[in-house]
C-alpha cells in the first residue's frame, strides 16, 4: 500500500514564528502536492512538485514555500506564520494514473 | 480557469434509499477522480475514471464518467449509515499529460440517516 506520511498532525504555533511541515512518501512518486482545507473553501492547491529540486506554485502560494531535495520528501515551510494559516494541510503524492494519495493531514492552529 | 461543481453540497438521506451526486467540470479531460474523507480524517481514493464511458463499482457505490458531457456521477444504492461522508470530484487540467495537478469540487456532505 501507498504510505504518505505527514510528521505532525498537530500544530500550535505563535504569529511569527516558522513553521515546517515534512511529507514523506514510499511509493517512488514523482509528483508531490500540498494542499490546504478549509470550511466552505474546499480543498486548495499551494505548490506543488513534479520532480527532485522541481517545483509549481499552487493557486495560492503566497505566504508559503517548499522544499524538494530527495524524491520521496516534500516540505511546506511558512517563513514567518500569520493568524490566516491555521488551516488542515494535506500532502498528497500522485500515481502513474494521476490517483492521489494523501496523508493525514497536519492541523496547524496559528496564535 | 478550471471549474469542478457538485451538487448537492449537501444531502441528508435514509437508509435503503437510492441516491446520486453529480460532478460537472469545464476541463476537456479524459479523467476524473472521486475521493472520500471521514470527519477530522484525510481524504481517501475511491474511484479512478480513466476514459468516457469508464464505470466503476465498489459496494454501494458506483461511479461514471461521460466526458462529452463534462459530468460524472457517483450513485449510491440502497444507502447505509457506513456511507456518511463528505465526497469530493477532482478533475486535471486540459491537455492531459502528466499534469496531475487536480481541481477539486467543494465536496457533497453525505449524511445517512436511520
Known amino acids: 500500500d501507498v504510505k504518505v506520511t505527514q510528521s505532525s498532525r498537530y500544530l500550535v504555533k505563535r504569529t511569527g514564528e516558522k513553521v515546517f511541515l515534512e511529507c514523506v512518501q514510499d511509493?517512488?512518486?514523482?509528483?508531490m502536492f500540498w494542499y490546504r482545507q478549509d470550511p466552505g473553501l474546499g480543498l486548495r492547491l499551494i505548490y506543488f512538485?513534479?520532480?527532485?529540486?522541481?517545483?509549481e506554485k499552487g493557486d495560492i502560494p503566497e505566504g508559503y514555500s517548499v522544499s524538494r531535495e530527495k524524491k520521496e520528501r516534500f516540505s511546506l515551510i511558512l517563513e514567518s506564520a500569520s493568524t490566516n494559516q491555521t488551516s488542515m494541510y494535506l500532502c498528497?503524492?500522485?500515481?502513474?494514473?494521476?490517483?492521489?494519495?494523501f496523508g493525514e493531514g497536519s492541523r496547524l492552529t496559528v496564535l | 480557469e478550471l471549474k469542478v461543481e457538485q451538487n448537492p453540497l449537501f444531502l441528508s438521506m435514509q437508509e435503503g434509499k437510492n441516491y446520486t451526486i453529480y460532478c460537472n467540470y469545464s476541463?476537456?479531460?479524459?479523467?476524473l477522480y472521486w475521493y472520500r474523507q471521514d470527519p477530522g480524517k484525510s481524504l481517501e481514493s475511491l474511484f479512478v475514471?480513466?476514459?468516457?464511458?469508464a464505470v466503476k463499482q465498489e459496494g454501494r457505490l458506483m461511479a461514471s464518467l461521460d466526458t462529452k458531457a463534462r459530468l460524472s456521477t457517483l450513485h449510491i444504492t440502497a444507502a447505509v449509515h457506513d456511507l456518511s461522508a463528505t465526497y469530493f470530484c477532482?478533475?486535471?487540467?486540459?491537455?492531459?499529460?502528466?499534469?496531475?495537478?487536480?481541481?477539486f469540487g467543494k465536496g457533497t456532505l453525505l449524511t445517512v440517516n436511520p
Open positions: 512538485s513534479y520532480d527532485v529540486k522541481m517545483k
Open positions: 475514471l480513466l476514459s468516457n464511458g
Open positions: 498528497a503524492s500522485a500515481s502513474q494514473v494521476g490517483e492521489l494519495f
Open positions: 477532482a478533475a486535471p487540467p486540459s491537455g492531459g499529460g502528466s499534469n496531475y495537478k487536480l481541481t
Open positions: 476541463t476537456t479531460s479524459d479523467r
Open positions: 511509493m517512488d512518486h514523482e509528483n
